[in-house]
């Protein structure tokens, strides 16, 4: 299972957390945020970095053979992604894989959208342009790797391999040996991993480097996982580091996905942080990325999802 299949199909779990009646509000605001052919984000104009979690978000609460949530045609333009950036090149390779594969439900998309898969080597030439000499990436376009680049750039080289195979198994990972290395470098003191320019461990480095670290066969990082779980606040939540004083769901959504692929028993903070997802739902069918923010959007949506899904008990 890739990154991106991982986290679908733990976001489709959020169904039994929330009730269908609650995921059938968040399909009605998904389906409010649709502009031609993508998702809008804040503004009301489509952007591929929303399209990214509204699609998977549709996905993840998605029926077998119903119409597929966005428009092919809205990602032709940006073609093999040679003005985006690093990042918004991730987005653009997950929307197409999203859209090869069908999410959680099969290959009910690719049959709709036609997408053309001979498009995935050219995209891998223009991924590993980013690739830094230490073996990883940055999201920031800096000159050394960070770990959530490191997670991205995986989760990327893992769905072109996906489309370029056809979808036929998961294949090794192109230079697997040099993310090993490249996060063992980002790793701090005492456990925890950093984004450079920061020295200090935050949530969501941390949770990236250790779903990199699993779905590359090295789990088990004890030290990391209770600096994760130190970030864990009163109310349920994660903070996204030591000196922030308020939860987010950013950072609880990508630690509890973490700590479940680390082997980390959920269930007793189970309510507790059901309670604290409860507290930034709102009715108008989304979530809030924090008790201070006042807007709803498609990440954070996902993100309730993802965090929803990931407390469900699997056999």
Same mark, same amino acid.
């Given at each position: ?14 169904? &039994?957390?929330?009730?269908? =009646? ?11 945020? #649709? #502009? ?26 998605? &029926?077998?053979? &119903? ?11 940006? !073609? ?30 690719? #049959? ?42 995986? =989760? ?30 980002? #790793? ?72 479940? =692929? !680390? ?14 997802? !409860? ?27 993802? =965090? ?8």
């Amino acid at each position: 299972m890739t990154i991106r299949t991982d986290l679908i199909r733990s976001a489709a779990r959020a169904t &039994e957390a929330l009730g269908q =009646a609650a995921c059938g509000q968040v399909r009605r605001f998904l389906d409010s945020r #649709r #502009r031609d052919g993508g998702f809008a984000g804040r503004s009301d104009q489509p952007d591929l970095y929303y399209t990214v979690f509204g699609l998977q978000a549709w996905q993840a609460l998605g &029926e077998e053979n &119903e119409p597929p949530p966005i428009d092919p045609d809205y990602l032709r333009p940006f !073609s093999l992604g040679d003005d985006l950036d690093f990042v918004h090149l991730c987005c653009l390779i997950r929307c197409r894989a999203c859209l090869f594969d069908g999410g959680p439900h099969g290959a009910t998309l690719k #049959r709709s959208l036609g997408v053309r898969d001979d498009l995935a080597p050219s995209l891998r030439q223009r991924l590993l342009t980013f690739r830094l000499a230490d073996g990883g990436f940055s999201h920031s376009g800096a000159g050394r790797s960070s770990a959530y680049g490191c997670f991205l750039g995986l =989760a990327a080289l893992q769905d072109l391999d996906e489309m370029e195979r056809g979808g036929a198994g998961q294949a090794p990972v192109e230079g697997a040996a040099e993310l090993l290395a490249c996060l063992s470098r980002l #790793r701090c003191d005492g456990g925890g991993y950093a984004n450079p320019p920061a020295d200090a461990p935050s949530a969501p480095a941390t949770a990236g480097a250790l779903v990199t670290l699993a779905q590359l066969g090295r789990p088990g990082d004890d030290e990391s996982v209770r600096r994760l779980l130190a970030l864990r606040s009163a109310d349920g939540g994660f903070r996204a580091n030591e000196l922030t004083p308020v939860a987010d769901l950013l950072s609880t959504a990508t630690a509890l996905h973490a700590l479940a =692929a !680390s082997g980390v028993d959920l269930q007793p903070m189970r309510q507790q942080t059901l309670d604290f997802l !409860s507290g930034l739902w709102s009715p108008k069918g989304g979530f809030r990325g924090h008790v201070f923010d006042g807007e709803i959007d498609c990440e954070y949506t996902f993100y309730g999802l993802l =965090a929803a899904g990931t407390l469900v008990v699997t056999p």
